[in-house]
């Protein structure tokens, strides 16, 4: 306790340091962004050096802050100088709200396992923000794109020749989305423009940046023409500016529902310790239980469900896909040849289970492999074992030390002269207890406690209370059962990969609907362009797909054998019923053309339109109903076992002491 207040003015004033640094730089970027000219730039720039230099040489934050700076360079793509201050700012935002969350522990809480806790949490909001600020900047490149379709169309009825009305627009743009109109016109300029389209792929944002640059340069290779009022870019330009509508629209809806939920997950754990020190100011008896290894347990239970919650709504929340990306302590794992062998094995022997958990890492984007997964839930298994264990040897020996060196609420209930006195026998029951042993007599201790000074009479009470704490002591220790515990927890940590992966698959399985009316879309695009086949079709699918995707890449390698049997297949793929007559309509077009099957389409725009809406309100309201149920088990579970439990067991012991008096 005197080490926390010694550091207390040092926390605090770190803390003034790092929110001064951080309103400084945040203010000297926003008048950068609105173009106002900064004096001292040297300066500026000095301090953008020495934060940044700072975060890439912290072993554990230059791993997020490279992370971070990879998804930047796709939704930011400017030079290494500005993509480097911009993650410096956000990275340091999120480091900022971490660190006051873990000093509000450190400095109100002021107990070193809750301290533990507090860092984990802390990186949990760390992550979540970091998530948040490319999430925003996802969204805001999105509104940006919106109005560009605008001017852009704006341009091309002036100069009718697409690189022309693109280099002139740039003039109109904000700079962020400047940067990827600057990538569009570079496309259209080339001499080979499937080369360069292909390598956008891989760099685009998002797949609306995609079907833009796809549309232009469809348009500059194959030529525009009338369609009937207006001309196919126009019209496209139309169709793509209506799924920009559509999902900032749902966007909009999710965030104004999801807005704090991550936060009110995470709050239980700032309440633990203040309904501990509540129950410990109104009802003494349950001392004992907060301070036992079972209420540590309980603690860790809590903490549990946050994470698993928090993962959880965290899926539902995202609206981008972010794939799982392959760990190289994993690779090397299943690289070595017997584990490969062993992994392998465990999959014949349910191959039906092995399709069905391969099928998820697919449809999750997981680059992580089938047999990578498997040693993924290994890992975790060995995690939940070895963490099990950890905590239970903390809290045995936390408890034996707490149970021989903290006296402070010894003799409450005693007839002592004074406080002071009080207090002098706790602080020499502190200090003599260390020398006992389970064999030591209670006349061995009175004798040493009389020797320094106590009264007989206190003295007699003073060696009861040790007395009875060292019995105590030798009684707490590593049991059978803490053994079985951690064998369920890590045959839980086993399937927990699977039950997160099964999860996101159906979060993911929710959009088909979205993804099947973006084959629409791509389908009303190119139906009237001179050329397009129903391969070229499925290679724009393909660049847009991701619950659809293999299905649609295995097509694709089928259509040289037998076209029409490779669409019989992958109507046959999928049994969602919006892509089986999607798919029907690729069928049909093999006999009657392109822009005859896909007639019916164009001619249900507005309803599609209107049933999109309708099902994207639909998806949203379910993701809600879902997300807020989850939001409030960590509420609930507190609720149970850290209020309601202690209780329960109280009042069973109080019924058997009485059971026993009569």
């Not at 053309?593 to 049933?611: L, M, N, P, T, Y």
């Amino acid at each position: 306790m005197q080490l926390f207040n010694k550091l207390t003015p040092i926390l605090i004033v770190l803390l003034i340091v790092i929110a001064g640094v951080y309103a400084y730089l945040s203010y000297r970027q926003k008048q950068g962004e609105k173009g106002v000219k900064i004096k001292k730039k040297n300066k500026k720039n000095a301090i953008y050096t020495i934060v940044y230099k700072i975060l890439i040489s912290i072993p554990f934050i230059n791993k997020y802050f490279y992370r971070l700076k990879n998804e930047y360079e796709t939704l930011y793509p400017a030079d290494d100088d500005s993509i480097n201050r911009y993650v410096t700012l956000s990275l340091f935002r999120a480091l900022l709200v971490a660190t006051i969350s873990e000093l509000i522990v450190v400095l109100f809480i002021r107990d070193s396992l809750y301290i533990v806790i507090g860092l984990f949490i802390s990186f949990l909001l760390f992550k979540y923000l970091i998530f948040q600020n490319i999430d925003s900047l996802d969204t805001k490149l999105l509104n940006q794109l919106s109005e560009y379709t605008e001017i852009v169309r704006h341009y091309y009825n002036e100069s009718p020749v697409p690189d022309d009305a693109i280099y002139r627009s740039l003039e109109d743009c904000p700079y962020e989305i400047s940067l990827h109109i600057q990538k569009l016109h570079d496309i259209v300029s080339a001499t080979d423009i499937s080369a360069e389209l292909d390598n956008y792929i891989e760099t685009s944002p998002n797949h609306f940046f995609l079907m833009l640059a796809s549309i232009f340069a469809t348009i500059t290779e194959k030529g525009d023409k009338a369609h009937g009022s207006t001309t196919l870019l126009k019209s496209n330009l139309a169709s793509l500016n209506d799924e920009i509508a559509m999902e900032l629209l749902k966007r909009d809806k999710m965030n104004f529902i999801f807005n704090g939920m991550i936060y009110v997950i995470l709050v239980p754990f700032y309440t633990l310790k203040p309904i501990e020190l509540w129950f410990k100011s109104t009802l003494p008896q349950l001392n004992e239980f907060f301070k036992s290894p079972i209420a540590t347990i309980l603690q860790c239970i809590i903490i549990a469900t946050i994470i698993i919650s928090y993962e959880l709504v965290l899926s539902y929340k995202q609206n981008t896909s972010q794939s799982e990306k392959e760990s190289t302590l994993i690779l090397k794992i299943v690289k070595v040849k017997w584990i490969s062998d062993f992994l392998r094995k465990l999959d014949d022997r349910n191959v039906r289970k092995a399709f069905d958990v391969d099928d998820k890492l697919k449809i999750t984007n997981a680059k992580i492999g089938l047999q990578g997964f498997r040693v993924k839930r290994f890992i975790w298994a060995i995690i939940f074992f070895v963490a099990f264990n950890a905590i239970a040897g903390i809290t045995v020996s936390r408890y034996k030390n707490n149970l021989l060196s903290d006296f402070s609420d010894a003799f409450e209930s005693s007839i002592i002269p004074d406080e002071e006195y009080r207090k002098d026998m706790q602080t020499a029951a502190e200090l003599v207890t260390d020398k006992y042993n389970k064999d030591t007599s209670k006349e061995d201790i009175i004798n040493d406690i009389t020797e320094s000074g106590i009264n007989y009479t206190y003295a007699e009470l003073m060696a009861e209370e040790i007395h009875a704490r060292l019995k105590q002591s030798f009684e707490v220790y590593y049991k059978w059962y803490f053994l079985a515990l951690s064998l369920l927890a890590a045959v839980l940590g086993y399937y927990m990969p699977y039950i997160l992966l099964s999860y996101k698959a159906k979060v993911i399985n929710m959009n088909k609907e979205d993804e099947v009316s973006r084959y629409r879309t791509i389908a009303i695009i190119l139906m009237h362009i001179e050329g397009t086949t129903i391969y070229t079709i499925l290679e724009w699918m393909d660049r847009f797909s991701l619950c659809f995707r293999e299905n649609i890449q295995e097509c694709l390698l089928k259509m040289n054998t037998s076209q029409k049997q490779a669409l019989l297949d992958l109507k046959d793929s999928d049994p969602f019923v919006p892509f089986r007559h999607f798919v029907d309509n690729l069928i049909s077009a093999d006999a009657s053309g392109v822009e005859q099957a896909f007639a019916s389409v164009e001619s249900d725009r507005e309803h599609s339109k209107d049933k999109r809406k309708s099902d994207n309100e639909k998806i949203v309201a379910v993701k809600a109903s879902k997300a807020q149920v989850i939001t409030m088990i960590p509420f609930f579970t507190t609720m149970a076992l850290y209020i309601l439990f202690p209780f329960i067991q109280y009042a069973i012991e109080m019924y058997a002491e009485y059971e026993g008096i009569f």
